[in-house]
């Protein structure tokens, strides 16, 4: 069993002068999760290469026991800094795709055309994709087979509005999770804030926020052994 993970290339949290990336909980939780279970792993990202870390996810206090052993695996660290360029993986090549949060998706990723196509494939070839927190960012403009929103009437969750607020970035961000997911007609649900949530609906697995990152890891093992 081969997945795909496609992290952000993006580094800029907006106009604040503050920098993002992927979350490191949200890559390292499901990485270690899958691995440990002999799935392969392969890495990619919009530009290639490294991706940008998120500097609040390497904080004292959003530390886990999965960020502790990214930080003394060099191995990995040395994969993660040649990340494949999108635009050159094919969907044939693997069994599921799963996008790792942190704001960054919320630029790129949303409004990527490769990112886009590739999910649009992996779908259409009854592979499952997984997302959680801020890369459902990623599910803005996928479209099914019909030309609606794959979201629509589908359950699913994301970074919920108050969780937004108390991080204080809802000013900051060019949109809401919680409310793309609504507006393109997703069966939006969520349990309290930073709790972990993780919902299946078919192909389509999608967590809350970094402490559901496993839970989706779950989910989509479960589905790649079916």
């Known amino acids: 069993m081969n997945v795909l993970f496609v992290l952000t290339s993006h580094a800029e ?48 206090e959003n530390q ?50 490769d990112s886009r196509l590739l999910i649009q494939t992996f779908y259409g070839m009854q592979k499952p994709v997984g997302f959680v927190c801020h890369a459902p960012a990623a599910l803005k403009n996928v479209k099914d087979d019909k030309g609606e929103a794959l979201v629509k009437g589908k359950k699913v969750t994301g970074f919920s ?7 204080q970035l809802k000013e900051v961000v ?6 793309m ?9 969520k349990a309290g804030d930073f709790e972990p949530y993780a919902l299946e609906d078919g192909l389509l697995i999608t967590g809350q926020n970094p402490a559901s990152s496993e839970k989706v ?10």
Not at 93 to 111: I, K, R, S, T
Not at 181 to 189: A, C, I, P, Q, V
């Open 13 to 60: 949290l907006g106009d604040s002068g503050k920098k993002t990336g992927f979350w490191i909980e949200e890559f390292a939780s499901p990485y270690y999760y899958l691995t440990d279970r002999g799935v392969e792993v392969t890495l990619a990202s919009p530009a290639g290469g490294q991706p940008p870390i998120d500097p609040t996810s390497d904080q004292p």
């Open 64 to 113: 886990t026991e999965s960020t502790i052993r990214f930080k003394g695996d060099e191995a990995l660290q040395e994969k993660l800094s040649r990340t494949l360029p999108l635009a050159d993986v094919s969907a044939d090549d693997y069994d599921a795709v799963f996008y790792p949060g942190g704001h960054g998706p919320l630029w790129d990723l949303a409004e990527s055309e």
């Open 161 to 167: 509005n108050t969780e937004e607020e108390l991080v």
């Open 174 to 179: 060019p949109f809401l999770v919680e409310d």
């Open 181 to 189: 997911l609504k507006e393109n007609g997703g069966n939006y649900s």
């Open 217 to 226: 890891a779950e989910l989509l093992l479960a589905q790649l052994k079916k």
